[in-house]
């Protein structure tokens, strides 16, 4: 399976996505991230969107990837994808990751219109709603852009293809941890608190444990929004 994770907005969780979402349940998949202005934590070679060429010959030779778009280089990859005509082909689908901010959903309306006009078919493109808080409905956060696509269905919504909010993702960047192994660590971080001598170890372990709640927590979401993307090869 060989995904693209794209927006033209930067922080709407591409990174996040490509990296914790779509790679732990895409077997053996690769990630590629595509960013020039921004530091990725991802591993693999990082291209820019001018090396369009390489790696539309790279793609052909993996069975799975996911490529992660920096927001620096999808308006140059749009352009490279115009040009050599047929090479969105490549990709099974385009992960679209949206969040409630305006301006995120407006410029969602765009990647969107732009995809459709290279001629993604809607089958392929996929909307993730992400950062919904808690307690917010999908359908009201996301009025704007659900409002377009009514107007103009360029791709099916699922409403349930969505994350919520949280700090996990926040507390594990940088590090190469995912969050299965985490999720699944046995260590007693509370017998160890137990025998930990000072406040600052203790603190430390009881960071450990809140991150394994947390990880605990999301693995389950991660896995449901996974199955409703319905990602097919
Ligand atoms: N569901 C979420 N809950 C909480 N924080 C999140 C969530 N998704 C992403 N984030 C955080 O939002 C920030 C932006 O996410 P990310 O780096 O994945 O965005 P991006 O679209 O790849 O941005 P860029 O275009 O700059 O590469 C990060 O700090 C990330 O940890
Ligand atoms: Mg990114």
């Given at each position: ?18 990296r914790h979402l779509l790679l732990p349940r895409i077997p ?206």
């Amino acid at each position: 399976m060989k995904i693209a994770v794209i927006n033209f907005s930067g922080n709407v969780g591409k990174s996040t996505i490509a990296r914790h979402l779509l790679l732990p349940r895409i077997p053996g998949a690769d990630l590629i991230p595509i960013e020039s202005l921004n530091a990725d934590e991802g591993q693999g070679q990082a291209l820019r969107g001018r090396q369009f060429g390489e790696l539309q010959e790279y793609v052909q030779t993996v069975d799975n990837v996911v490529v992660d778009i920096g927001a620096s280089n999808v308006e140059e990859l749009m352009a490279q994808m115009q040009r050599y005509r047929g090479s969105h082909e490549d990709f099974d689908g385009f992960v679209v990751p949206t969040v409630p901010a305006l301006k995120q959903q407006q410029d969602t309306i765009a990647t969107l219109i732009e995809l459709s006009r290279i001629g993604v078919p809607s089958t392929r493109l996929k909307l993730v709603f992400n950062m919904v808080e808690a307690g917010v409905k999908v359908d009201q956060a996301f009025d704007p852009l659900l409002a377009f696509l009514k107007q103009q269905p360029i791709t099916k919504v699922n409403l349930n293809c969505r994350l919520g909010e949280n700090e996990i993702y926040g507390r594990i960047k940088g590090t190469k941890t995912d969050l299965a192994s985490l999720a699944s660590d046995p260590t007693d971080y509370k017998a160890l608190i137990v025998q930990a001598k000072g406040v600052n170890e203790k603190l430390a372990l009881a960071q450990k444990l809140a991150t394994r709640r947390l990880a605990c927590g999301v693995v389950p979401e991660l896995d449901a929004c996974f199955a409703e993307l319905e990602l097919k090869s």
